[in-house]
């Protein structure tokens, strides 16, 4: 047979080109070209082809070395193919024929399947839901059980060599060779093929610290477990860049293109473009630190070792090596509040006055409202006139890198409660007890009663921002359909992760966005319908539809809401969540129209909030229009602060949207009360409401929680120019380290509420979770 040359692809070719690098399709077949005919450096060149038909010839598998980048159908049916190893290279085939290839069988069928993770048409048939299960199903299921036979049965050698290493290797393969079955008697290779890949993976995963190591799947750990045994299950190395950590330096810095403003950096290291502008930069990073090289990233440079920085805020850490150095039994439980609290309870009010009042209440005072509109309309809350009291309960460390206890550099950035519907203790006005929470590569869900982390799931070389909780119906044999709670959450990579916490799978993902996700929620009224707001200053609606009793999903996207910086929260009107959106953002409060009714997809914003701390003039620190909390008291109320703003504000949604006239942009914010809160002025510390108690929450910078209990008569005693103080300041507990002193107060990023405020949890950027529970309770 003679060898292929350029002349014969030319001539096979159906383009009228000279030229091989413009060639699409390549018909080959019938030539009884053997594999070793087939010249790899010639083929090569087609790099624009896109389909290739090699069927009816004598090939025994594609050569090595062959790359053809925009291959998307390929037919390689009848030949002498006994292996379909050699398909892997050809990634981006989304169309395969292999009928008629007498050696091969059900089990390459399947191999080549979950090889090629665009494939969707096999053999003339789609594929897609088998190639689902098999790519995402099966591959679960299998691997919990390989990673429930090492924490059974194995561990690492010590001291770790490439000799111990590979014996270990060898034993802990023959082990899930024989020890895990699964699947039909005909699949029994493939089978093997997948648990051997599997096993090596997991080993080569704990052994492996390098940043940025492959990704592989979700895979849920045990509270409960020994430290040593959750050290194993990790697969994460050191902490890399995120979109999210703020640094606090007192020397200057400037902070290049950085995705949440800096109103704190002034001076000369540049820095990679951060996911949020930090205002909290305390110390003076030097040259060659990984500071602030991602979206999220602030880091502070403290006296210890502390791990690369991550885009949102920074890691706060003041001097924690004279405070914090020993070690916790636990890292998942370790910090138990009701175990090493000191005894002093939180701070009760003996007047709202006195408790809130701090070096900066004169200037507070001198401030006017005589911009604020006025109240329009009365508003009444219908919520208890008795304040709750909250108890610190349990103190978690369940974030850490490499479950390390000395990780006090890890920040947790989101928590929500599971919807009533799913909860385990029957009566939904019992509150539900398990909220969610994450921070760096791991979203955990916890028990808040038992501080018991029930799920923990870690995707190494993530960092999650943002996560939320929706209620889909799955479908079932017979027609019928069943509620389940799930789970999407997502971050620095801008991927959206489908989890279903109940049966421990995470069942799906999709692309979100090319940078990282700053703010996620699912719609109250649809529940397929997820928001999604990322560093591309873009906000989309995904519709990602039900489920069927494989875990399948169609994802579609809906809108594009196009924001003018990035969205960090984002709220839906209670009483009519398919008509408009607003979205918190660095640079302002932004109303969207999101009826579906509309024909347009790319939508701007229908107007934008203002409010009266935007006319403070402060030349230096000009960041009063990041919007970092917003949140609906009721169905009118919203509670909402600026940066740097020290109180918050509640005001009418309907009055404010009475007040604008449609022909400007901008309209004023009807202002029903301000509450006074911390002086700080750092960002991102996001305030919480439980609509159903009347509440409003807010942590700030030294582990406090100001609580403001919002009632009839509070509101109506709201009056000009004067702030109203919180109902009550809950202390930092102080938790205490055996042998060691007690944990200084963290900054509190994010707050979450049961609907009838039976618990409370904040987290830290710390890597502490912090739950309090309500008395008598």
């Given at each position: ?64 070395g062959l790359v053809l980048p925009c291959l998307k159908i390929l037919n390689c049916s009848n030949n002498d193919m006994e292996d379909v190893a050699s398909l892997e290279a050809l990634r981006n085939i989304e169309e395969l024929r292999l009928e008629d290839n007498l050696y091969l069988t059900v089990n390459d069928e399947h191999k080549v399947i979950f090889m090629l993770p665009k494939l969707r048409v096999f053999n003339g048939k789609d594929i897609s839901s088998t190639a689902h299960h098999i790519r ?642």
């Amino acid at each position: 047979m003679e060898k292929i040359t350029e002349k014969i692809l030319l001539e096979k070719s159906s383009q009228k080109t000279n030229k091989l690098d413009q060639i699409k399709t390549l018909n080959l077949s019938r030539m009884g070209l053997k594999s070793e005919d087939l010249p790899v450096p010639l083929l090569s060149k087609l790099c624009s082809l896109e389909q290739l038909d090699l069927s009816g010839n004598m090939l025994q598998e594609i050569p090595k070395g062959l790359v053809l980048p925009c291959l998307k159908i390929l037919n390689c049916s009848n030949n002498d193919m006994e292996d379909v190893a050699s398909l892997e290279a050809l990634r981006n085939i989304e169309e395969l024929r292999l009928e008629d290839n007498l050696y091969l069988t059900v089990n390459d069928e399947h191999k080549v399947i979950f090889m090629l993770p665009k494939l969707r048409v096999f053999n003339g048939k789609d594929i897609s839901s088998t190639a689902h299960h098999i790519r995402h199903g099966s591959t679960e299921i299998l691997r919990k059980r390989v990673i429930g036979l090492w924490e059974r049965s194995f561990s690492l050698p010590d001291p770790i060599t490439a000799q111990s290493l590979a014996a270990v290797e060898k034993s802990f393969v023959n082990a899930v060779y024989s020890q895990i079955k699964y699947g039909p008697s005909s699949l029994g290779d493939y089978t093997k093929w997948r648990l051997e890949a599997i096993a090596k993976e997991y080993l080569k995963s704990l052994t492996c610290s390098e940043e940025g190591s492959k990704v592989t799947d979700i895979t849920p750990t045990k509270e409960n477990e020994t430290q040593a045994e959750r050290r194993t299950r990790d697969l994460g190395g050191n902490s890399i860049a995120s979109p999210l950590k703020r640094t606090r330096n007192n020397t200057d810095v400037s902070a290049e293109a950085s995705p949440r403003k800096s109103s704190r950096l002034t001076s000369a290291a540049p820095v990679e473009a951060s996911p949020r502008k930090s205002t909290r930069v305390l110390s003076t990073p030097q040259k060659n630190d990984p500071i602030l090289s991602s979206p999220r990233k602030h880091a502070r440079i403290t006296s210890v070792d502390t791990p690369e920085g991550s885009p949102r805020k920074s890691s706060r850490l003041e001097n924690i090596s004279q405070k914090v150095v020993s070690k916790t039994e636990s890292p998942e439980k370790q910090l138990r509040a009701q175990a090493s609290l000191p005894t002093s309870r939180p701070a009760k009010c003996e007047s709202p006055r006195k408790t809130v009042k701090d070096q900066n209440t004169a200037q507070r005072s001198k401030r006017t409202t005589a911009d604020t509109p006025r109240k329009t309309t009365r508003v009444k809350l219908h919520v208890p006139q008795e304040p709750v009291s909250l108890q610190p309960f349990h103190v978690l460390q369940c974030h850490s890198r490499q479950d390390s206890p000395d990780d006090f550099s890890t920040q947790l950035w989101a928590c929500a409660f599971e919807p009533p519907q799913d909860c385990s203790g029957g009566d939904t006005r019992d509150g539900c007890r398990t909220v969610a929470t994450c921070g760096g590569e791991t979203l955990c869900v916890i028990d808040c009663e038992s501080g018991h982390v029930l799920k923990k799931y870690k995707v190494p070389g993530e960092e999650f921002f943002s996560l939320t909780w929706s209620t889909v119906l799955m479908s079932r044999t017979g027609g019928s359909s069943r509620p389940c709670n799930i789970l999407a959450a997502g971050g620095k990579r801008g991927l959206v992760k489908l989890i279903h916490p109940r049966v421990n799978l995470a069942f799906g993902e999709f692309r979100a966005s090319r940078r990282a996700i700053s703010i996620m929620r699912f719609s109250p009224s649809n529940a397929s319908f997820l928001f999604t707001g990322t560093y591309e200053n873009k906000i989309f609606l995904w519709d990602i539809g039900g489920l069927d009793q494989d875990y399948n999903f169609k994802i579609s996207k809906l809108l594009v809401l196009e924001t003018s910086s990035t969205p960090l929260h984002l709220s839906l009107l209670p009483a009519s969540p398919d008509t408009h959106l607003l979205s918190a953002c660095d640079e302002g409060l932004y109303v969207f129209d999101i009826q579906l009714s509309k024909n347009t997809q790319k939508r701007n914003e229908e107007m934008e909030i203002v409010f009266p701390i935007y006319k403070k003039n402060d030349k230096k620190k000009n960041t009063y229009r990041t919007i970092d909390g917003l949140s609906f008291l009721s169905d009118d109320i919203v509670a909402s602060k600026s940066h740097m703003q020290g109180s918050i504000y509640l005001w009418s949604w309907s009055g404010t949207r009475a007040s604008w006239n449609g022909r400007k942009k901008e309209t004023a914010a009807v202002v029903l009360a301000e509450l006074q809160w911390s002086s700080t002025d750092i960002p991102y510390l996001s305030l919480g409401t439980c609509p159903g108690c009347g509440y409003v929450v807010c942590g700030d910078e030294q582990g406090r929680l100001w609580m403001y209990h919002i009632t009839d008569t509070v509101m109506k005693n709201f009056k000009n120019g004067k702030t109203i103080s919180a109902t009550e300041v809950l202390e930092w507990p102080s938790p205490v380290r055996a042998g060691m002193g007690a944990l200084e107060g963290p900054s509190i990023n994010s707050i979450a509420m049961d609907p009838y405020l039976h618990y409370l949890v904040a987290l830290t950027d710390k890597n502490m979770a912090v739950v309090w529970k309500r008395d008598n309770h």
